[in-house]
């Protein structure tokens, strides 16, 4: 299994029971977290390798040892001295709320731009019961809609603008339930760094997402 590749990747490192070897891995903050988390536990020394140069991948191709190449030249030409960040199980609690809350605020952004783009093209008459209202009243409207079959450009427009504002509320309501747990950790993790004046939920987040660790 992974972890007994891990566990057996550590002792084949070791000259002796007291040596703590060191590693150097590509996307510790990626596909690499796991098996720097795992290192790191071990209490082993684990640094940054940057990714290879793009020349030498457009030239060379991408594989496995001309990667392990270019991290060994790193190491040797000492270019390859950042420490990877240490990610506590906290932190790392904090990283999948927020990321996961980003990419609802960005669904939810598109969500109301195609919508209010809708409205340009849809009939008159009902453009021009909708154009003069604001987001929420415009997505208050459009739940109210009926329409279930698409059997003209008017009822496919509707069925389309609620379909639009249906996701737009779902996702407001799957950023309220982030937002709380958001705000509930970080409180309880780092009450002083809130405390700050303008430090809210997500900003404290960000700031110990990048230090590696919630307790502060």
Known sequence: SWLRGSAGLVSGARRGPSDLPAFWIEGTGCCGAG?????QAAQCSVREVNHPNRQTRRQRGKDDAIDAEAASRAL??????????????DAEMLRVLKSTKGSAVRCRT???????????????????????????????????RNEVVASSPLTAACLVMRTLAERIRHLE???????????RITQAFAPGLRAAQGIGPDNAAALLIEIGRAHV
Do not use: F, W, Y
């Not at 783009?117 to 997505?139: F, K, S, Y």
């Open 35 to 39: 098996l720097s988390r795992h290192l």
């Open 76 to 89: 040797l030409a000492g270019t390859a001295t950042s420490v990877a960040k240490a990610r506590n199980a």
């Open 110 to 144: 598109r969500a109301i731009t195609q919508l209010k783009a809708l409205l340009i093209v849809v009939p008159a008459e009902l453009r021009e019961t909708l154009q003069h209202l604001d987001t929420a009243e415009l997505v208050n409207r459009c739940l109210n």
């Open 173 to 183: 309501q799957e950023l309220m339930v982030l937002g709380r747990q958001l705000d």
